[in-house]
């Protein structure tokens, strides 16, 4: 059996749905987990490959890695020395490649979802801005945000015709956004105002794209 207590939003919810469910799929376990919003794919329920007896001692996982024994494993590994018991993904992110590198095209299929066109080309770039969180509440005084030098950076490494920047909603009109936006105003950017999944959608369906410190773009950029 295989527990998962999702936990974070969207970006922490796919990696914790992933893993679990990769998990369940190759020791034939069951599983179930919240769906993960957007995604129909996820709505389900695996049942048990066979009759399976598991023992009292259950692994529970909260961190980055995969731990068994109070040892750290590969994801190869832990699927062996696992087997007969459960396992409880309780609230850990388990933002590492190495665990989903493997499964990464069963990966992209669960969480299948149609490209948005934004008038976007080929070589046109998108920038995911990230703000919301890292800007508000307890981070206000102190914003947990990638400087413009970054992004800047990366556009200079590269070709493109047109600049698209997506961000957060609700912060569209912070103040520290729209200081970053009279930054990028050299590049006459196109800012999209859509929703989490329209934004998600749109950055996914772009050739190149540059990401923050976000797990939401870095799954818009996976897949």
């Not at 490959?49 to 750290?72: C, F, H, N, S, T």
């Not at 005084?141 to 556009?155: K, S, V």
Request: one cysteine or more; a negative charge; charged letters at 25%.
């Amino acid at each position: 059996m295989i527990i998962v207590n999702n936990k974070g939003r969207l970006g922490n919810r796919m990696f914790q749905y992933s893993l679990g469910r990769i998990l369940a799929e190759e020791m034939g376990y069951y599983f179930h987990a919240s769906a993960v919003d957007g995604f129909k794919k996820t709505d389900i329920t695996l049942e048990p490959a066979g009759d399976m007896v598991m023992g009292p001692e259950k692994i529970r996982l909260r961190g980055q890695y995969l731990e068994i024994d109070g040892q750290r494993v590969d994801i190869k590994t832990f699927l062996k020395r696992a087997v007969g018991r459960e396992v409880h993904l309780e609230g850990g992110f388990f933002q590492r490649y190495e665990h989903y590198k493997p499964y990464k095209d069963r990966v992209r299929k669960w969480f299948e979802i149609e490209d948005l066109n934004v008038g976007q080309t080929n070589n046109d770039i998108i920038i995911h801005l990230r703000m919301g969180d890292c800007i508000l509440d307890s981070l206000a005084q102190d914003p947990y945000i990638m400087p413009f030098e970054y992004y800047d950076a990366a556009l200079n490494a590269t070709s493109f015709d047109r600049l698209y920047i997506c961000s957060d909603p609700h912060t569209l009109d912070h103040p520290l956004f729209l200081e970053y936006m009279e930054k990028f105003s050299k590049y006459n950017p196109e800012l999209l105002r859509g929703d989490q999944m329209e934004d998600f959608r749109a950055i996914k369906s772009f050739n190149k794209i540059i990401i923050s410190q976000s797990t939401y773009s870095w799954w818009a950029a996976f897949l």
